[in-house]
């Protein structure tokens, strides 16, 4: 989910050994679609948001992606937004954050 981005663990993850930070990219379904997961037996707790057949309450997602480096994630990156502009798909890629979400809602607006 979205807000895993502002936890400060996300930000110590994305720090490699030599100081660098890992480049990601990001990619969205457009469609007003909330997606359920199936959570492994030890992610869950009492009280959350996992119910009793093991599925979450449905929330709007994004995927994280990294290509095992900067550049070859900037390469699919650029790839992602040349498949994005040809065909018009229900998902939008972005370098950041902020822009998955703008994209996301320029893209909703124009199908209004």
């Known amino acids: 989910p979205n807000w895993v981005a502002r936890k400060k663990e996300y930000k110590q993850f994305l720090q490699t050994e030599g100081g660098k930070t890992m480049s990601l990219i990001y990619l969205a379904p457009t469609t007003q679609h909330a997606y359920t997961?199936?959570?492994?037996?030890?992610?869950?707790?009492?009280?959350?948001?996992?119910?009793e057949d093991g599925l979450t309450t449905p929330y709007h997602s994004s995927w994280y992606l990294y290509a095992g480096s900067n550049e070859t994630t900037l390469e699919l990156l650029d790839h992602l937004t040349t498949i994005e502009?040809?065909?018009?798909p229900d998902w939008v890629v972005a370098k950041t954050i902020k822009g998955l979400k703008w994209k996301i809602q320029k893209k909703?607006?124009?199908n209004w």
């Open 85 to 88: 502009k040809q065909t018009q």
């Open 37 to 51: 997961y199936i959570m492994p037996e030890w992610a869950k707790r009492p009280g959350s948001h996992v119910q």
């Open 108 to 110: 909703r607006n124009r």
